[in-house]
């Protein structure tokens, strides 16, 4: 068995961010060749990470990345089984790694197994590469369990502090294009942080499913038999209206109070906008995630 000094285990520590133990191993079995033992360890990790697959992953944070040119974004939710891990720089740094790659890919993966396979351009290494390094040293499952992206107009991002939710925005011009200025930019930050806050259910009521609207109206219309015994039907009828309007300003995007100023809506707010502002903007997307969602 090769003699392994303590210093070449430091540096291949420093390499892999794995425990020392872990390294040495490695090295004793790599007869102290560092490029082979970096291989061992990556196999292991393989093996960690295959071990792990099946454990339940309820924990996890939600990444965004935005090019620099604010053309294009990608959101991403990983998975992880336990809160402090989801906290830890290491995979803090994962998640944005993954959000970049999918901003930036030319090869759009279909699902997550094709993801998994692709190879990350800063990194030369897989996405699935970049897991199992993670998980052989935190000792946890891990997994991208949805992603998506949005490319044109102007987007724009916010993660919450926590890292449970975060927010993309794209703006397109209401009279052709919209570049991003500071104050396009600064908008629609403004407008994430709003959605990342109320949670509306849609962009614009013709967004709403009719069977979703079906449903609601089928309640409302229930409150109300109760609350209206021996009115008119047409003052029922008026009742129910109002009840369903209140509903559309607390689901719909554009018709909600504005966080930043409640005695608005957000239409309202971007109308302001464009009137202060040189460039007229229009909200034609928004993708909201927060841990524990569905797609």
């Known amino acids: 068995m090769a003699d392994i000094s303590a210093a070449l285990v430091k540096q291949l520590r420093e390499l892999t961010q794995l425990p020392m133990m872990d390294c040495k191993k490695a090295l004793q079995d790599a007869e102290g060749d560092i490029v082979k033992a970096q291989d061992i360890l990556r196999k292991s990790g393989a093996l960690a990470a295959a071990k792990k697959a099946g454990r339940e992953t309820a924990e996890g944070r939600v990444a965004t990345f935005v090019t620099l040119d604010q053309k294009a974004a990608a959101i991403v ?22 959000a970049e790659h999918l901003a930036t890919t030319s090869q759009w993966p279909a699902d997550v197994q094709q993801l998994l396979g692709q190879t990350v351009a800063s990194e030369g290494r897989t996405v699935q590469d970049l897991l199992n390094d993670i998980i052989n040293k935190i000792r946890e499952n891990m997994q991208p369990v949805r992603f998506e992206r949005l490319a044109g107009g102007v987007i724009t991002s916010y993660e919450h502090h926590n890292g449970q939710v975060a927010t993309l925005v794209q703006f397109n011009g209401q009279d052709g294009g919209v570049t991003p200025s500071d104050q396009v930019v600064q908008f629609g930050r403004d407008l994430c942080m709003h959605i990342t806050a109320v949670n509306p259910m849609a962009l614009s009521r013709e967004e709403i499913s009719a069977a979703v609207v ?38 719909v995007l554009l018709e909600q109070p504005y966080v930043k100023d409640d005695k608005k809506s957000v239409q309202q707010a971007i109308d302001e906008f464009n009137k202060a502002g040189g460039q007229k903007v229009a909200v034609s997307k928004y993708l909201r995630y927060e841990v524990g969602g569905t797609a």
Do not use: H
């Not at 109206?217 to 109002?242: C, D, L, N, R, T």
């Open 214 to 251: 079906a449903k609601e109206k089928e309640v409302i219309e229930a409150q109300v038999a109760e609350q209206s015994k021996g009115k008119p039907p047409q003052i029922v009828e008026k009742m129910v209206q109002g009840k369903i309007n209140k509903w559309y300003n607390e689901m």
């Open 77 to 98: 939710e990983v998975r992880c089984e336990t809160a402090p891990v989801a906290n830890t720089e290491d995979f803090s740094r994962l998640c944005r790694t993954i």
